[in-house]
């Protein structure tokens, strides 16, 4: 059983940092693409980044493209989203998911991830 889980979220300023992270255990994520998903109330799970088994391909939003950076450390077996410039609308519960990586490409889409983490609260509000 794939087991994944969020955590480094809480409430932050508009224009404030955090940093994920989505750790693994029961499996390494050395095999296995990641995204990052998000879902705020009364919206549909949208996906922010991704990244793959090796981190050398990853692709954002438009709506994170230069203020969220996605990476991972295989030897620690997590993955990282920093989240820089937070905005309010940038509010809602994280996800990460997790597939493995011969069907794995740059993909937000929730869909194409089959293991997910329980997620863990972003505010932004000042």
Known sequence: ??????????????????????AAS??????????WFRQAPGKEREGVSCISSGGGSTNYADSVKGRFTISRDNTK???????????????A???????????????LYPYDYDSWG???QVTVSS
């Open 77 to 91: 077996n997590t993955v990282y989203l920093q989240m820089n410039s937070l905005k309010p609308e940038d509010t």
């Open 93 to 107: 519960v994280y996800y990460c998911a997790a597939v493995i990586n011969s069907r794995w490409y740059p993909s």
């Open 26 to 35: 029961g499996f390494t994520l050395d095999y296995y693409g990641i995204g």
């Open 118 to 120: 329980q997620g863990t």
């Open 1 to 22: 059983q794939l087991q994944l889980v969020e955590s480094g979220g809480g409430l932050v300023q508009p224009g404030g940092s955090l940093r994920l992270s989505c």
